[in-house]
């Protein structure tokens, strides 16, 4: 890009804020984003065969896919820039793939967060946008895609369009949720970005029935507060935590090593946290889930050491063990059976309670995380991921396996809570095992919204439906 051309668009693409504003490391990073963003377009213009894949570093795509030689990759990773922080007009822009990592640790340096912070580090901001993301100021800012401005999105002719809530490619804008990259790849998003204090306050909260503790989100949500989640140690053992921003704190704990976040929680009535802990509080653990990687245990959480413990660290055992298929062979020499499920689900909060106990009895994995889930704008519609505007939605978080000592059905457990979830009027995010039949997938997911999006963005059918990718995993 010119540089006399510069100062005319970054008002655009920051809120129409003076170019003084930004230092010349944001200026150098939005150049070299220009050049970057037309070499991948020359590139994808110039592979005429095959559908397209990205060639990136992360994923937190839980199913395994089906290898094709007839796919394409596109080498993604170097769009991982923060490219400006605007503390003053509370933006951010950034590349997308930055991790939730980098563009915490750079806006927090300007006294802001993004405004929704999904709980893993090496979660991109492209993918939970274009995946589907959550976390406890969900309640307030909704999911990630729910805190955009504009996006720059590659589509698959090589093609890049800009797209904002009230433009001409405003249908992409709204129809890129829960896309998973079937529609085009984000490559640049602008962001809303937060005050933050130094500190939260958590305030942990013991509920012994299911429908008082769903009572106290609705209180709760209502009142002056940052930050709500949930964690369902058992039947009768709910907690409810509540976070506030504050600007002094008596002490902090640290839970970036030896001590457990989650072990915490019943253990004590208040904590406090840096702001980064506590964004980071359930990333050291997997939430729960480093359990099944014997890592909970005082000398492995030694050895290992603090900068590996962490979720890129357990993803990369995770993908290893997929590959050789170790937990496989071990439960098949020991006759027993293990379905993974691992999952994601929103439901009205007014069933919540139901799907709860419907949980307990029919799966029984523990714990069970859970995080309310409003919506900023009412006349918002995203036509994959439908929510309705009226309605808070609990998401339940629950990733485990189930063993039994019988053979049952390919995804008996999950196809048993997808059917629960479309009964209880809620939706699944797709980032994992899905067992759908065709004609149910699209009547939840708004095929005929998703079939004019893709008519219009992608009529070459250089990449994969959502259905081929998110179900029959090509």
């Not at 340096?109 to 893993?120: D, E």
């Not at 309705?388 to 396996?401: H, L, Q, T």
Request: charge should be neutral; include cysteine; charged fraction near 25%.
């Amino acid at each position: 890009m010119a540089t006399d051309i510069l100062p005319v668009l970054i008002p655009v693409r920051m809120g129409k804020q003076p170019a003084s504003r930004l230092n010349l490391l944001s200026i150098r990073f939005l150049m070299n984003y220009d050049e970057r963003r037309q070499q991948l377009a020359d590139t994808l213009k110039q592979q005429t065969t095959g559908t397209v894949r990205l060639d990136k570093t992360t994923s937190n795509v839980f199913r395994d896919r089906a290898n094709s030689k007839s796919q394409s990759l596109l080498d993604v990773r170097k769009f991982n820039h923060v490219l400006n922080v605007d503390p003053q007009n509370n933006l951010i822009e950034t590349e997308g793939m930055t991790t939730y990592e980098d563009l915490v640790d750079q806006s927090l340096s300007h006294g802001v967060m993004p405004a929704v912070v999904p709980q893993l580090k090496s979660i991109t901001i492209g993918g939970a946008v274009s995946g589907i993301g959550i976390e406890s100021s969900s309640f307030r800012y909704g999911l990630p895609h729910q805190s955009i401005g504009e996006m720059d999105v590659l589509l698959g002719s090589g093609e890049v369009v800009t797209c904002t809530p009230d433009n001409e490619h405003r249908d992409l804008f709204y129809g890129l949720a829960n896309s998973y990259g079937t529609l085009g790849y984000i490559l640049r998003l602008t962001v809303l970005a937060i005050p933050v204090k130094p500190y939260v306050q958590l305030t942990h909260i013991r509920f012994a029935d299911a429908d008082a503790l769903f009572d106290a989100v609705r209180t709760w949500t209502e009142r002056d507060i940052d930050f709500i989640d949930g964690t369902v140690f058992q039947p009768g053992k709910h907690y409810l935590t509540i976070g506030r921003f504050v600007d002094d704190a008596p002490y902090t704990s640290d839970y970036t090593w030896m001590d457990i976040y989650y072990r915490s929680i019943p253990t004590r009535s208040e904590d406090y946290l840096t702001v980064r802990d506590y964004l980071w509080r359930w990333d050291t653990d997997w939430f729960w889930c480093s359990k099944n990687l014997y890592v909970q245990n005082r000398p492995m959480r030694r050895l290992l050491g603090r900068k590996r413990l962490n979720s890129i660290t357990y993803q990369k055992v995770m993908r290893w063990n997929t590959r050789w298929g170790i937990t496989r062979r071990v439960g098949y020499l020991s006759g027993q059976h293990r379905e993974s499920v691992i999952q994601d689900i929103d439901v009205p909060i007014d069933r919540a309670a139901e799907f709860l106990d419907f949980f307990h009895r029919e799966i029984g994995i523990r714990p069970i995380w859970i995080c309310p889930v409003g919506h900023s704008v009412q006349n918002e519609l995203y036509p994959l991921f439908p929510m309705a505007a009226e309605s808070m939605y609990v998401n339940f978080g629950f990733w485990d396996g189930v063993k039994t000592k019988m053979k049952l059905p390919t995804g008996y457990f999950n196809r048993l809570i997808e059917q629960k979830v479309t009964e209880l009027g809620g939706i699944k995010s797709l980032y994992s095992d899905a067992y759908f039949d065709e004609a149910d997938f699209w009547s939840i997911y708004d095929g005929d919204s998703y079939a004019a999006l893709k008519a219009k963005y992608d009529p070459g059918d250089r990449l994969k439906n959502l259905y081929q990718k998110c179900v029959l995993r090509q």
